[in-house]
């Protein structure tokens, strides 16, 4: 019974994870995406392919002495034999659109729905699907954040969206200006991305990850103060294609740890903020209190502090 009650468990998804297609056909009891479906690029999805092929070839040369392997067909395969009601999109796997049947045996490369989607996604901002507090700030859950407060977020089809966090907008203040990098331009985690202006005053921020630039916010060219309103969703900064993602990630901050993390920089923001301009540390003040009182040689002593720049 116990083993029974553990089998059952470990089948549970957490929230804001979702299921890999290998398990969502019913190929494999447990397995979570971790490479934000873009299965060309999957290390596992590539390996579970080799295997079932391999199998295959086994077969057919040797038909009867095969002893039959665990995994015989592909997901996709296996999603095939499902009634045409249960063949879900990719699309809808993921939960970016409600509903949708794929109509194209699952080649995504041929379909005319994922081309659409591609180029929609390119510009569209996807919505946040949890948003939590820690220490006063807001966290988008199943985003990476990097130490300078910056975010990155992997989106479906190898891309990563990229934009300040809460801390960061709260600490800067008001935005007047955001100079983003260029269309085309590479960009190199740890290193300046872009920088920001308040009040005739600059501020450099970190690139979260390697990669080229694909696609800038236009929206923040009239609207700067949407990273502040919306850090998260309307106010993200540029999308990147990335070539050191999975290296990249390992170096931010993500789930527990991203919390940990903005909960240490709140005290250290408080301790700093009381030395320098007499703020309680305990948090009676506001961090908004703080960035308002930040002027000249000060704000750009904590901006560099925080931005670690």
């Not at 447990?30 to 295997?51: A, I, P, Q, W």
């Not at 919505?127 to 807001?138: I, K, M, N, T, Y």
């Not at 990850?209 to 609207?223: E, F, H, M, P, S």
């Amino acid at each position: 019974m116990e083993a029974s009650r553990k089998r059952e468990s470990m089948k549970i998804v957490p929230p804001g994870k979702k299921k890999c297609v290998w398990m969502e056909a019913g190929v494999v009891s447990y397995k979570l995406c971790d490479n934000n479906f873009d299965c060309s690029t999957c290390v596992y999805d590539h390996g579970m392919h080799e295997r079932v092929a391999r199998y295959k070839e086994k077969v057919a040369m040797q038909p009867v002495e095969t002893t039959p392997d665990k995994f015989t067909e592909t997901w996709a395969d296996k999603m095939m034999q499902l009634p045409a009601s249960r063949r879900k999109c990719r699309y809808m796997i993921t939960g970016e659109v409600v509903r949708k049947i794929c109509p194209n045996a699952y080649e995504c490369g041929t379909c005319s729905f994922d081309q659409m989607m591609q180029e929609r996604l390119q510009t569209d901002t996807l919505p946040v699907h949890a948003v939590s507090q820690e220490s006063g700030f807001e966290m988008a859950e199943d985003f990476y954040y990097h130490e300078g407060h910056t975010w990155a977020k992997p989106e479906y089809g190898g891309r990563v969206r990229v934009g300040l966090d809460d801390f960061a907008q709260k600490l800067i203040g008001r935005l007047a200006r955001i100079e983003l990098p260029n269309i085309g331009q590479e960009i190199i985690q740890g290193k300046v991305g872009f920088q920001v202006r308040r009040n005739g005053e600059i501020a450099k921020v970190l690139s979260p990850i390697d990669g080229i630039v694909t696609k800038v916010n236009d929206a923040l060219r009239d609207q700067p103060d949407l990273a502040n309103e919306s850090p998260y969703e309307k106010g993200w900064l540029f999308t990147i294609e990335p070539t050191k993602l999975r290296k990249n990630l390992k170096e931010l901050f993500y789930g527990q740890e991203a919390h940990n993390f903005i909960s240490e920089e709140k005290e250290k923001l408080f301790a700093m903020a009381n030395q320098d301009l007499r703020v309680a540390a305990d948090g009676g003040g506001s961090v908004e209190d703080i960035s308002q009182e930040l002027e000249g040689e000060k704000w750009a002593k904590f901006v560099k502090n925080f931005l670690k720049t």
